[in-house]
């Protein structure tokens, strides 16, 4: 089955730098990449999706980047900020989507200011 | 309004007892799921229905009971309960099985003594 994998685990920047988080995945069939912001308390909230046929998409200062051919996908997020200090994972998904979504484990990143 | 609410939020309770986490959605979402957090923030599905069918069931002990009255509704039972058990269960929901996005709930933390 799938596997993604994530690093790095922990992650500390200061305030205005920018932040990057990796993962790979083991299914070429995976067709389908979430990450998702987890706040202390709180349920993990979707950021930022990719879509195999897609190979870069950006929202403000959060941008996704996939290589289908290496396995791997990326978060960056510039011009970080405190509020950007959270538990933040990759997934992914083949063919429906939703359906048994595998996370990666998880990134810590630490915003200093 | 929460989109997708569970009760309790705080669970404490003794080795051997039953317990049950309640789980509803407001989205108007065909697939709900059920998913472990454990101690090291790892993500694991346990559970997804569509339409109050069971979709997935990912090996999870028989001493956890999913139960779906309705497609709003997801709740999971747990008898029997074990060290083991102690995590932060999350209710997900998606609009299908097609669906990528996962809308979580806030959690349910669970400690077994």
């Known amino acids: 089955g799938e596997n993604v994998e994530q690093h790095p685990s922990t992650l500390s920047v200061q305030e205005g730098d920018s932040a990057v988080i990796k993962c790979t995945y083991s299914?070429?069939?995976?067709?389908?990449f979430p990450w998702y912001k987890q706040e202390l308390g709180k349920g993990p909230q979707l950021i930022i999706d990719?879509?195999?046929?897609?190979g870069e998409k950006k929202d403000q200062r959060i941008a996704v980047t996939l290589n289908k051919t290496a396995k791997h996908f990326s978060l960056h997020i510039t011009e970080t900020q405190p509020e950007d200090s959270a538990v933040y994972f990759c997934?992914?998904?083949?063919?429906?989507?939703?359906?048994?979504?595998?996370f990666g484990a998880g990134t810590r990143l630490f915003v200093k200011a | 309004d929460t989109a997708v609410s569970q009760t309790p939020k705080y669970l404490v309770t003794q080795m051997g007892n039953d317990k049950s986490i309640k789980c509803e959605q407001n989205?108007?979402?065909?697939?709900m799921y059920w998913y472990k957090q454990d101690s090291k923030k790892f993500l694991k599905i346990m559970f997804s229905y569509n339409n109050k069918e069971l979709i997935i069931n990912e090996t999870v002990p028989n001493r956890f009971s999913p139960k779906s009255p309705d497609k709003a509704h997801l709740n999971l039972h747990i008898n029997s309960l074990e060290l083991g058990d102690s995590a932060v269960y999350f209710c997900?929901?998606?609009?299908?099985?097609?669906?990528?996005?996962?809308?979580f709930g806030e959690g349910s933390r669970l400690t077994v003594l």
């Open positions: 299914d070429s069939a995976s067709n389908y």
């Open positions: 997934a992914a998904s083949k063919g429906t989507g939703g359906f048994k979504t595998i």
């Open positions: 989205l108007g979402h065909d697939t």
């Open positions: 997900a929901s998606s609009q299908d099985l097609g669906a990528g996005e996962l809308f």
């Open positions: 990719i879509r195999s046929n897609v």
